[in-house]
């Protein structure tokens, strides 16, 4: 329904009226709502921990990508967030938005670059997010599937899945599914706003199902570049 989505807050009504959104309004989840819909392995009941965790991630995410100012983020504490990755350092929001958003944030890597399925040094905010609706035109769903501890600090098990549907740095779709689980940890006030993020996964599994497809002959097998300047 317009105005209203069933999974995240802070998308509409007179809070969002001064929000700074990336693409000038607030994002339609439609299709990723049916696709989390179809394939997720737990309904939990409004209301319960679970549920409620949940959306507390939806609504995190939502924010990360869609708002640009991190003063416009409702379920953080602005003053005392701070993210990491597989124990790494430490970013406010600010610095998320800085090194490129959130697709950069969670697919930090210490690889050498020659050996990056995704290499964030090279990828900004407009070419992440356009690399991944490509690859996953149905959008990317996310679920709970458990949670371990309540809050104040929050320990759950998570599941993020898609279908590649579309290429990626000239490997053909496959249609196949592409899902990963880790583990999150989220330390929130008493206002369940968010104050630090913790996530533990691993990323090479993931990212390696986008090479399973075959490279188009024009790429010869490699990688390629998601630079503006290379794709003319």
């Keep these: 329904m317009a105005g209203e989505d069933k999974y995240r807050d802070f998308m509409y ?19 990723v709502n049916k696709l989390f819909e ?18 507390l991630v939806k609504t995190w995410e939502m924010e990360l990508v869609h708002k640009v100012r991190p003063q416009d983020y409702k379920s953080i504490n602005p003053e005392k967030f701070l993210f990491s990755v597989n124990a790494r350092k430490e970013m406010t929001a600010q610095e998320i938005r800085d090194i490129g958003g959130s697709y950069n944030a969670f697919l930090q890597t210490d690889l050498p670059k020659h050996l990056r399925i995704y290499d964030p040094e090279e990828e900004t905010a407009d070419s992440s997010q356009e690399e991944f609706t490509t690859v996953f035109p149905r959008g990317f769903a996310l679920e ?16 993020h899945w898609s279908y590649m549907d ?19 940890i989220f330390h929130v006030d008493d206002q369940m706003r968010v104050e630090k993020v913790e996530f533990f996964y691993e990323r090479g599994d993931f990212l390696s199902n986008f090479l399973k497809g075959a490279p188009s002959k024009s790429s010869g097998g490699a990688t390629g570049s998601r630079c503006p300047v290379m794709k003319k």
Excluded: C, M
Aim: net charge negative; no cysteine.
């Design 144 to 159: 709970i599937l458990q949670v371990y501890q309540g809050p104040p600090t929050i320990v759950y098990k998570f599941r």
């Design 13 to 31: 009504g007179e809070g969002e009226k001064d929000t700074v959104w990336r693409f000038g309004a607030p994002p339609n989840y439609d299709l």
């Design 166 to 184: 579309g290429p990626f740095h000239g490997h053909a779709p496959t249609g196949e599914l592409v899902e990963f689980f880790g583990l999150g």
């Design 38 to 55: 179809e394939g997720r392995t737990n309904v939990w009941p409004v209301g319960s921990l679970e549920e409620r965790v949940q959306r």
